[in-house]
Structure formats: C-alpha cells, structure tokens
C-alpha cells in the first residue's frame, strides 16, 4: 500500500451527525475510556452480543453517563470504527534506509499497513459482520476501502509522474485490483485464518515481501541491483 497521509479525507465514520468532541479533559477521558471499552466489549462477546452496561462499566463510569458521549450502541461502535480506521490509515513507517528507493518505500509502506491490519484483525472482522446486517455500516464500510483506494491511486500516479510506474496503467483501476488484493489477503490470513493461510501459520514477512513484489511487478518498476 502506498502512503500519502496528508491527502487522506477525513470521512467521519458515525452513522449519525458526530457529536461535539468534549470541552473538558476529564470528559475526553471519558469518552476515550468508552471508546476503548466497546472495543473490548464488541471482540469479546461480538456486535449483538455486546452491552452498554458492560461498556459503562469497563469504562469505569455508570451506564447512565454513557449517553453524555453516544446516543447508541451504533453510535459508540462507529467511534470505535473511527479509531482503528485512523490507525490503519496512518500507522506510521519505520525509517527508511533510502527515500530515494521506491521498493524499499513500499515495502515499508506495506509492512506497516499490515501490521495495524493484524492489530486490529478481530475488529475487522466484527465490523464485515455488521455491515452485512446494517446498510448505514455497509455504506462507511465502502467509504472506509474508497479512502484507501483513493489514496493508493494518487500514489500509482505519482509513481507514473517520476517514470517510476508503467505510465500505460489507468492509477485508479490499478489502484482498485492492488489495494483489493492486499486488503483480501489481509483478511483471510488475520482475520478469518486467524493467523493462518491454508492451514499453515503465516509467516508475516513472507506476506510482506510476496505483497510487495507483487504490486512492483504489476507497476514494472525497475529492476533492483
């Protein structure tokens, strides 16, 4: 996956119109401690399953305060949504050894985007069983992968600019196959495969390098010494 932070939309994720952000720190704390329990909440028992009183509680606070930050169980799940999708939007690269080496770049770049996958994968999961029942979810679900592939393609496109990438390929179609492919792939071996692909345990640098080879060829970069 290729990273251009600064171009990203912020697309909120709450089906309703998003409250106004708490004026005070301890309200802030608050509502972050609410937001970290539903998580814990929603992975351990599941969307239908959870409950605000036990959301209230692991948060510390009474079930009746819950509704000083979100009206619902949906709402309090969009802002859980929120989060991770801002941590996998922007999970932050390592150092790079040469900026001026696109593999070695989007390598990073996709060993990054598939690390925060593997740390949110439980949660993806949750949120492609909800979409499934809910169109309002099923519709940020789609927002949330145009975000990805939209950013992708600008990237595809600035790699073509540089005479990097095959300048013949259409950003957003090629865009739209490569992201797909690195998302699915993400999703059988983290989140359905639960760490394993084929019966086997996944070896995470594999996924790294085999994803990365595989958009350089598709984009026929220049071969490497």
């Given amino acids: 996956m290729l990273d251009d932070e600064s171009a990203v939309a912020q697309t909120p994720l709450a089906p309703a119109v998003p409250r106004d952000p708490p004026l005070t720190q301890r309200g802030a704390r608050t509502r972050a401690a609410l937001i970290a329990s539903a998580r814990q909440v929603f992975e351990n028992v599941g969307y239908l399953d959870a409950r605000l009183v036990d ?15 979100f009206a619902n169980k949906e709402e309090v799940f969009a802002a859980v949504l929120e ?33 925060a996958y593997q740390r949110n994968a439980k949660l993806m999961g949750i949120m492609e069983q909800v979409a499934h029942i809910d ?3 099923r519709k940020l679900r789609n927002k949330r992968g145009d975000l990805f592939i939209e950013r992708n393609a600008r990237g595809i496109a600035d ?23 690195v998302s699915r792939l993400a999703f059988s071996a983290f989140t359905l495969g639960e760490g394993r692909l084929g019966g086997e345990p996944v070896d995470f640098e594999d ?19």
């Fill in 135 to 137: 169109p309002e979810f």
């Fill in 83 to 115: 989060v991770a999708r801002e941590e996998m939007m922007h999970p932050g690269m390592g150092r790079v050894a040469s900026a001026d080496d696109p593999y070695a770049v989007l390598e990073a770049s996709n060993r990054a985007y598939l690390a």
């Fill in 159 to 181: 790699l073509q600019a540089r005479g990097i990438a095959d300048a013949s390929l259409d950003p957003m179609i090629a865009s739209i196959a490569l992201s797909g492919m």
């Fill in 207 to 225: 996924v790294v390098v085999t994803v990365t080879k595989l958009w350089a060829n598709a984009l026929k970069f220049p071969d490497r010494d």
């Fill in 55 to 69: 959301i209230a509680k692991g948060a510390g606070c009474a079930t009746g305060s819950f509704y000083t930050y």
